[in-house]
């Protein structure tokens, strides 16, 4: 699984060029005069509409995910990722509806860059060092299990941008950069396992329009804790149950890479 999401790693970045970053909603052709575009001006409106960007008066919905097919080498590596990592891999009986590519802006990339070096810096001041802390931040796959409600139909067309409904859980995490009330005060939960928390995630799903999804995400543990509640100080996460569960604090620590949405 290792040796996939290296290739993975190489060839799909997890990060969005220039040119796939703005998706127009509807643009005003009609009669319109030039004006003195003030940077700072458009800058602010960027940060002030997280869903949404205002780029010389109009505004633009925000492309955040390139959508997979059937059949893609990359989205054939990801499928095989979700499935051997799964608690019963033999069984396999989720069925994948869509993959995922999460588009992530420089800004999102370059902050969890900067934590990894943050981490490295902390892990070569330490008497007794951490060689995986040192390397590279101690980088882990793993998986966050939520819900998405933008999907629930088959027919609907490639999910590219995020949604607005409340109750989606991928768009908002995403949105959010892994900060929610829930998350500030919980930690945020990782699994090294695809389907660990199935039975929390149907409670959720049941009779609601909504997909079981997990978000694939590339994650800097940095100096693991034994236990949740066993002296936590100094460590940049938290593991429980031989490492099934990471609980981090910080949500510069999570780059969000793909999403597989199943049945």
Not at 73 to 101: G, H, Y
């Amino acid at each position: 699984m290792y040796a996939l999401w290296v290739f993975l790693k190489q060839n799909m970045n997890c990060s969005a060029r220039s040119a796939d970053v703005f998706q127009p909603e509807k643009l005003d052709t009609g009669n319109h005069s030039f004006r003195k575009i003030n940077p700072a001006r458009e800058l602010h409106a960027v940060k002030e509409h997280p869903s949404y960007d205002v780029i010389f008066g109009q505004k633009l919905k925000r492309e955040r995910f390139s959508e997979l097919d059937k059949g893609d080498t990359s989205r054939n590596i990801v499928e095989m990722i979700f499935r051997s990592a799964s608690m019963n891999p033999e069984k396999q009986n989720k069925k994948i509806e869509r993959v995922l590519k999460v588009m992530n802006s420089p800004e999102i990339l370059q902050r969890f860059e900067e934590y990894r070096e943050t981490v490295k810096k902390r892990a070569r001041g330490l008497c007794k060092r951490n060689p995986r802390s040192m390397v590279d931040g101690n980088e882990l796959l793993m998986f966050y299990e939520t819900s998405m409600n933008c999907c629930c139909s088959r027919k609907a067309p490639k999910i590219l941008a995020l949604c607005e409904n409340h109750i989606c859980g991928v768009c908002r995490i995403i949105q959010s950069g892994f900060e929610t009330e829930e998350t500030k005060t919980n930690g945020i939960q990782m699994s090294a396992i695809s389907d660990a928390s199935d039975d929390e995630v149907a409670s959720v799903v049941k009779g609601k329009k909504v997909k079981r999804a997990v978000v694939v995400c590339r994650v800097i543990a940095g100096r693991v804790a034994g236990m949740v509640g066993g002296g936590e100080e100094g460590f940049d996460s938290v593991r429980s149950g031989q490492l099934v569960h990471l609980f981090l604090r910080n949500p510069s620590a999570v780059l969000p890479c793909f999403v597989i949405v199943c049945s």
